[in-house]
């Protein structure tokens, strides 16, 4: 049974919801189409650090979904509704998303900004190999909160945020179940698989056969030191997405620790 949690934890969990999302001021709204359509980029002094690697990012995901007609984006692992954000501001995706995120108190916030946009649905359970309920381990940084145990790897820096202070129930559905009824109720033909599961990436990836093959594209977070006891590492990632029948596109950074050796990368790949 789930034990009772810190209440100073509790907080810090509700401060973090609001983590990789900005509510954007009026008048920063009303300035910014104006001023890129002039080429220029309105870019606030706290979003600086990591404006290059989300501009590079979002510049590939625009040029792979006009080149392969991408109508609809899987956003596994959606948390807030930050990639949904970004997919809507920073690549400029008007097409449909469909958000995956068992955490109730992330879901809150994803379906929240989900209902502010006709094309953007959000679905309260995960997506993995086989349906069922499962426990989940609640990290002290919700971002972390994975249905693997925390690793003895994980870097010392991080280690205190990926520890586990409570567990939760979560519905487990596959994509494969799933694709049929989605399709036909939300009418995309092209889609784009995202998946940022904390270590459960590959779990989704065997849950989709044999509708993998319908989509164009992915992009998944890869483990370089693992965080999580039993994740695949990012070889082995890579050669069962090869054996999917995608290839690389790119890579870009996710964490680092204090010697800069990569923990995480997105990996983004295209059939």
Not at 219 to 243: C, F, H, N, R, V
């Amino acid at each position: 049974m789930p034990h009772e949690m810190d209440p100073l934890i509790r907080d810090e969990h509700q401060q973090q919801l609001s983590q990789g999302i900005f509510r954007k001021s009026l008048s920063r709204r009303l300035l910014e189409r104006p001023l890129r359509a002039m080429g220029v980029e309105v870019i606030p002094h706290w979003q600086l650090a990591s404006h290059a690697h989300d501009y590079v990012h979002a510049e590939l995901l625009r040029d792979l979904f006009a080149a392969k007609e991408v109508d609809c984006v899987f956003d596994v692992g959606a948390f807030n509704g930050h990639f949904g954000r970004f997919l809507r501001e920073k690549v400029g995706f008007g097409g449909t998303i469909l958000s995956f995120e068992p955490q109730p108190g992330p879901f809150g916030v994803l379906a929240d900004w989900s209902r502010r946009d006709s094309r953007w649905h959000a679905f309260p359970y995960a997506l993995g190999a086989t349906p069922g309920v499962a426990s989940m381990n609640v990290m002290k940084k919700l971002w972390f909160s994975s249905f693997l145990a925390p690793s003895a790897s994980t870097p010392e820096e991080m280690a205190d945020r990926n520890t586990t202070v409570t567990t939760t129930r979560a519905r487990i559905e596959t994509l494969a179940d799933q694709f049929d009824t989605l399709a036909s109720t939300h009418g995309f033909s092209r889609p784009f698989l995202k998946m940022d599961t904390q270590g459960f990436d590959l779990e989704v990836l065997h849950g989709a056969v044999p509708r993998i093959g319908r989509f164009l594209g992915l992009q998944s977070e890869l483990s370089i030191i693992p965080i999580y006891d039993g994740m695949p590492d990012w070889k082995s990632a890579i050669a069962e997405y090869q054996g999917a029948g995608f290839e690389l596109a790119a890579f870009f950074p996710v964490s680092s620790d204090r010697q800069l050796r990569a923990i995480e990368l997105d990996v983004v790949m295209v059939r």
